[in-house]
């Protein structure tokens, strides 16, 4: 288990975590979700040993994670971390960057290891290509594939798939975690981009001025935000009195886009102001009596039109 102990941290004396807790069991999958400079990779940082800790502890399974003080060279060896730098050697090729921490006792292994990881980062075609001469999405595979060398007991991300071209995302990752998945390696993402952890991860941990602020399933956080901020990392989300949706209560709903439907009759009439093509739908933005919301059509609204709309 990977156990977070009330920990804190300042960076030129500004609190940048202020206390954090943290208990994950071994092969669990957790991602950790805020807005830019919440603290998210100050905490994989952290975790990995790359700081000293003002307060607090943390151990993976009975061993204490320590920091540069401790550490001629930081970081742990049963830990892996992938930052949002790749630090590859430039004038080696793609295979030799991968299996530079591998043993060569037994050769034949170590190439069979590097293709192995190659094919999960959908890097073959390269292997024998220098660095320097991949783009910067090719050159965050290959660091992916290097981490994963190892085999660490523990694999922190820092936006893994961010220089990664759309068209290879997807399948990227679900081969990745795949092979987490089959290999029980604990994993730790923080990313900006919601397809990157939500079909693959077994929590989710909101986190804003460096503290935790929600924590959940997956489904569970979308289904039940907690507050517009931890609902605005998934998607847009309105605002809507519950009374627009015949009920009594002054209470104010978050409501998703695609929660929103058009009806012949209700209380809630918008102005439609906007269309934006989404592939399989529209995304419509409306002016209302309380101001603007956005929901979603299977097609184009002509601007300036008057729909009714009901929550599911």
Not at 272 to 279: E, H, I, L, R
Request: glycine share 6%; charged share 25%.
């Amino acid at each position: 288990m990977l156990s977070i102990q009330n920990i804190s941290f300042s960076y030129l004396k500004q609190k940048t975590i202020p206390t954090f807790s943290l208990a994950l069991e071994k092969g669990k999958k957790l991602a950790i979700i805020g807005e830019s400079g919440c603290g998210k990779s100050t905490l994989l940082k952290l975790i990995y040993g790359l700081h000293d800790l003002d307060e607090g502890q943390i151990f993976w399974k009975e061993e204490e994670v320590l920091g540069p003080k401790y550490h001629l060279v930081p970081g742990m060896d049963f830990m892996k971390y992938l930052a949002q730098d790749f630090d590859l050697m430039p004038f080696i090729t793609v295979a030799e960057n991968v299996g530079k921490y591998l043993s060569n006792i037994d050769k034949e292994k170590k190439q069979n290891r590097i293709l192995e990881l190659l094919e999960i980062v959908e890097m073959t075609e390269v292997a024998n290509v220098k660095a320097k001469f991949l783009s910067g999405g090719q050159m965050q595979r290959v660091a992916l594939a290097r981490v994963l060398a190892l085999e660490p007991e523990v694999l922190l991300l820092d936006e893994p798939f961010s220089h990664i071209d759309n068209f290879r995302k997807n399948s990227l990752r679900r081969s990745l975690f795949k092979y987490l998945k089959e290999h029980n390696i604990t994993t730790i993402i923080a990313s900006h981009d919601e397809n990157d952890y939500l079909s693959f991860v077994d929590e989710i941990i909101v986190i804003k001025d460096g503290k935790q602020v929600a924590n959940g399933s997956p489904k569970e956080l979308i289904a039940n935000p907690p507050s517009y901020y931890v609902a605005s990392l998934f998607d847009d989300v309105n605002e809507i009195k519950a009374s627009y949706f015949d009920d009594n209560s002054n209470e104010v709903l978050l409501v998703y886009p695609n929660q929103l439907y058009v009806v012949e009759k209700s209380k809630l009439l918008v102005t439609v102001s906007q269309n934006y093509f989404k592939g399989s739908h529209y995304l419509i933005e409306a002016n209302y009596e309380d101001g603007k919301l956005f929901f979603v059509n299977d097609e184009e609204i002509e601007v300036g039109n008057v729909v009714c709309l009901k929550k599911k």
